[in-house]
Structures are given as structure tokens and as C-alpha cells.
């Protein structure tokens, strides 16, 4: 089943670009400071991943949020099981966190450009907001839904 319109902007907006901007910001660092050309694969997987994530709220059908959830859905019309999709979707989460974790911990931020440290920051005040949120939203409903189901029994809610 495909996620509402509403369902995938969130998504999009505050998970799928963030984690885009945190891995275009490790691939400008890298690029900098490190090593250039796994800086310059590193930028463009994160700049494909906002773009994905740009796509796939118009075109859930055809594309995921990510790269590598797009290789896991080419993986599950190959595979009897399937379920890489949802894999490597949770994998490019891991990765993204670990990623801010990273950056973050070994003070690496001040390394970046000015615009980029500013959208970095945006991205992750969206991101832990979404989380937080989104806590709520199914905590709620979970007790909306067993009120309902308590009142349909004949309970008292």
C-alpha cells in the first residue's frame, strides 16, 4: 500500500532530505579533508538521496526515498523472500545517524562551510523534531484506537 501524499512529504521533509544534508556534509568534509574522491561519491550519494526523496513524493511507485532502498527494491523483484527494501531503508537510517554521531563527536562541524553548517543544523532540528513528534502521533492514536475499541465493547473509556 502506498503511503498518503501527506504520509510521504513528512517523510521527505523530515527524515529522507535531512539524512541527504548529513551525508552531503561528510562527503564536503571528506572531500576537504580527507580523502577527495570518496568525498566526491559521498556528496553525490547524499545529493541522489534528496533528489530521490524529492521523487518518490510524486512517484512512490516507481521510486524509494533513498539509493539504497531503491537497490533493495530491485533486490526484492529478484528475491522468493523480499524485504531488502525495508532492509537497507533501516540500514541508510543507521548509517545517517551514525553519521551525525560522527560528525558531531569528533567536533568536525566547524570544518564545514558556513551555508552548509547552517542547513546541517536545520536538518537536524527537522529530524529530532520528527522524531519526537511523531512519538506522540502514534502514542495518541494507539490510545485513541483502544478507547474506541473499549467504548465498542461496551467498556467505559
Known amino acids: 500500500m502506498t503511503p498518503s501524499l501527506r504520509r510521504r512529504l513528512w517523510d521527505a521533509a523530515m527524515t529522507g532530505v535531512p ?7 561528510l562527503g564536503v568534509f ?7 574522491t570518496l568525498g566526491a561519491v559521498v556528496v553525490v550519494w547524499g545529493a541522489l538521496d534528496v533528489l530521490l526523496n524529492v521523487l518518490a513524493v510524486a512517484a512512490p511507485s516507481r521510486v524509494s526515498f533513498c539509493v539504497l532502498s531503491n537497490v533493495g527494491r530491485l533486490l526484492d523483484a529478484r528475491s522468493r523472500q523480499g524485504g531488502w527494501e525495508a532492509l537497507l531503508l533501516a540500514v541508510d537510517t543507521l548509517l545517517s545517524f551514525g553519521i551525525v554521531a560522527g560528525m ?16 546541517w543544523d536545520a ?3 527537522l529530524n529530532v523534531l520528527a522524531a519526537g513528534l511523531e512519538r506522540v502521533w502514534v502514542t495518541a492514536q494507539a490510545r485513541a484506537a483502544a478507547r474506541r475499541a473499549a467504548l465498542e465493547a461496551g ?3
Open 19 to 25: 539524512f541527504g544534508v548529513f551525508k552531503l556534509g
Open 30 to 36: 571528506l572531500h576537504g579533508h580527507v580523502a577527495p
Open 104 to 119: 558531531v563527536g569528533l567536533r568536525l562541524l566547524p570544518d564545514l562551510p558556513e551555508a552548509l553548517r547552517r542547513t
Open 123 to 125: 536538518a537536524v532540528v
Open 155 to 157: 467498556g467505559v473509556a
